[in-house]
């Protein structure tokens, strides 16, 4: 068991862009590195520079980032992976577990597990060509588990870096609890290096994975440090005193960014909101002040329920 856990912050789509990301590696310690959740622009499409912007450089500057992709077509995914390379990444992502039916339906994200020659074609044709790292973030399956229980030897026959393996299947969403026993078996069946995703919620909990999962040292965190930032930390046994005025002025710097960032206070307050639907779980139950928020039109009544919030005692 690795004494120093290497811990990602996963990608959620609508939160955890750039801007989030710098933000909050600055207030709250403990994450190595981040994956960006997926981009998807089409190289016959008219491509824009701005469908990257999320992964400049200039704009990752705080944090190591991994970007993700979710092409199923090899030539698009190459083609975007050396715009990325260009940029001077060194490792790049293949989404095959999003879950959502959008997705899954085209036979993108999990939708792939399914077919799992389409997977290895896919892999026989970029892997010969692609100038960086590639890793894989998927599910244990789309319908059931054997999808990825099959595929997982036959991976043994490709480079990859590692293999991010998050613990239900498609059709769950984001139901249900984590497939612990699956996961082992995955264990089993590979030998690349694995990263657990899922259901990582308190230190308690993260150690528990840690006895059960001993060879694992590379672990994902997700909606477990939206609602709690400072899981990582504690996980890493940093102390951080002080919290409410930590989160505050997390919240604070960025909110302020997003209000020069975004056109209007519909499109401010839904960014906002979306944080606040894993963020309200860090505070004592508060139906009243939660259903406040939803109900936020104005960027004023918001601003009234967070002094509210933020000013109760820690």
Partial sequence: ?????????????GITDCYFRSIFHRHFPGFDSALAPFINPQRHSNFQPKQLKDLLPE?????VVIPQL???????????AGRL????YTQVNWNLGCPAR??????????????PEQILAFLDQVMPRLSMELSIKTRLGLENKEELLHLLPRLDDYPLKEIIIHGRLGKQMYRG????????????????PIVYNGD???VPGFRELQQQFSQVDRWMIGRGALANPFLAGEIKGM????????????????????????SGEAHLLGRMKQLWVYLSNFFPPQPKTWKQIKKCHTELQYQRVMETLFTAKE
């Fill in 59 to 63: 704009a990752n500057q705080e944090m």
């Fill in 70 to 80: 979710l092409h199923a077509d090899p030539e698009d995914f190459l083609f975007l």
């Fill in 177 to 192: 609890k984590t497939d612990r026993e699956a996961f082992g078996l995955c264990l089993e069946q590979s030998r690349h």
């Fill in 85 to 88: 390379h260009d940029l001077g």
């Fill in 239 to 262: 102390d951080q005193p002080n919290r409410l005025e930590h989160l505050e002025n997390f919240h604070r710097e960025l909110y302020l960014c997003y209000r020069e960032l975004l």
């Fill in 200 to 202: 990582i919620n308190s």
């Fill in 1 to 13: 068991m690795a004494e120093t856990p290497h811990l990602i912050l996963a990608p959620i789509r």
């Fill in 102 to 115: 959008m997705v899954t339906r085209k036979k993108r994200g999990s939708g792939l597990l399914p077919y």
